[in-house]
């Protein structure tokens, strides 16, 4: 009768050692990242054309293709992205242009080139980051701009402020590298062609030089271009209070089927029906669990069920099986299978220290399983007797 109430409190408190923690799945979102992550290099060339504050009342012809209006140039910028859909840039470009609007025949000057550069500070917004999300598989991105900065006419030692907008699109190539085509306008003082405009009456167009650009160009990432993850700290709450949840119900029907239990043995009287009790219970395994990727045993409790088990397996002289389990779900089949033997080993040494000796103790390592859920019950070794 002692024997078989050890064995009744050992059923019900080896049921309540599922209460482990569960591996849940995280829901991430994109996080910033570190300052030294996500800087770039943009390297491009640019067809650019002039439209001076010069030109009014000259009739010139308005393609940018025209020879005395547009000219080759160069372009670098250097920048970070400080979210996936908003960063910043510094960019400079220039080298040659050209003055429209020097003489009372622009189509007609002979030498009308001029040497400049602009410097720019310019937002970057990437819009198929803000509005489709963030995916770093994405190919094309679309990234309009606008900025500040000065520029100087080198030909004519002038300076002037200005502001730039224009949109980017641009194309991955590789993990660290983009090919990009952009299209923008620089609206300045008019200084910057090399030729200050007297009359500072006009408005609008007329009133500053404006100089519209193409571009074609390579964007190299410099360090970590892809973003950190962040958990969804709502959704794991609410995992947990579910799992929470699971378990108290658990716990209700073990104390229910202890107390099943106790009703029976207190109206048992036949031999044969104690028997069958008793060895009904001592084949059911007891579990120690452990944490992911550990062979240390993770609680101290669950080595409570085991000492009665020991306890029972000395006095009746039986011999006892471990088995361990590791989780299928991370880690190779091989090094799963030699984490299944390391937990079997560290329950049968506990097993000694109890009193029992080796020569009752079998060990077996069955590898990664996926038998319970969550999965963290897999990690586990389980202790029984045998004949």
Wanted: with cysteine.
């Amino acid at each position: 009768m002692k024997k078989l109430l050890i064995l009744l409190a050992l059923a019900g408190a080896s049921l309540t050692s599922f209460a482990q923690d569960e591996v849940l799945t995280d829901k991430y979102s994109v996080a910033t990242n570190s300052f030294w992550s996500n800087w770039f290099v943009q390297v491009g060339a640019d067809w650019n054309a002039w439209y001076s504050d010069q030109e009014h009342g000259r009739d010139a012809a308005v393609s940018p293709l025209k020879d005395f209006r547009s000219k080759s140039g160069a372009s670098f910028a250097i920048g970070k992205w400080f979210t996936p859909g908003i960063g910043l840039r510094t960019k400079v470009q220039g080298i040659w242009g050209k003055r429209v609007g020097a003489d009372s025949n622009p189509a007609s000057q002979l030498d009308n080139s001029n040497k400049y550069w602009i410097a720019q500070e310019q937002v970057m917004f990437n819009l198929s980051n803000l509005l489709c999300g963030y995916n770093e598989n994405r190919v094309w991105n679309i990234v309009p701009f606008a900025g500040a900065g000065v520029g100087r006419s080198m030909s004519a030692n002038r300076y002037a402020m200005g502001l730039s907008a224009g949109l980017q699109s641009s194309w991955k190539v590789s993990k660290g590298m983009r090919v990009y085509l952009e299209a923008g306008w620089n609206r300045y003082e008019g200084d910057l062609d090399g030729a200050a405009y007297a009359n500072n009456e006009r408005r609008g167009w007329e009133s500053h030089d404006n100089n519209l650009y193409a571009e074609i160009g390579l964007n190299f990432n410099i360090g970590k271009g892809t973003w950190d993850k962040t958990p969804d700290m709502e959704a794991i709450n609410a995992q947990h209070q579910a799992a929470l949840d699971a378990l108290n119900a658990r716990l209700q029907d073990a104390e229910e089927e202890s107390a099943r239990l106790r009703d029976e043995l207190a109206n048992q009287k036949p031999v044969e029906t104690t028997s069958e009790s008793v060895k009904q219970l001592i084949t059911t395994p007891v579990s120690v669990f452990f944490d992911i990727n550990q062979s240390t045993i993770a609680s101290q409790k669950d080595l409570v069920n085991v000492q009665a088990l020991a306890k029972y397996a000395k006095e009746n002289n039986n011999n006892l099986l471990v088995t361990g389990y590791a989780d299928s779900a991370t880690g190779s089949a091989a090094y799963n299978q030699k984490l299944s033997e390391r937990r079997a080993a560290v329950v049968a040494n506990e097993l000694v220290k109890m009193g029992v000796e080796n020569n009752k103790i079998t060990t077996v390592g069955k590898g990664g399983v996926e038998t319970l859920s969550p999965i963290s019950f897999n990690r586990r070794a389980t202790v029984q007797i045998t004949e």
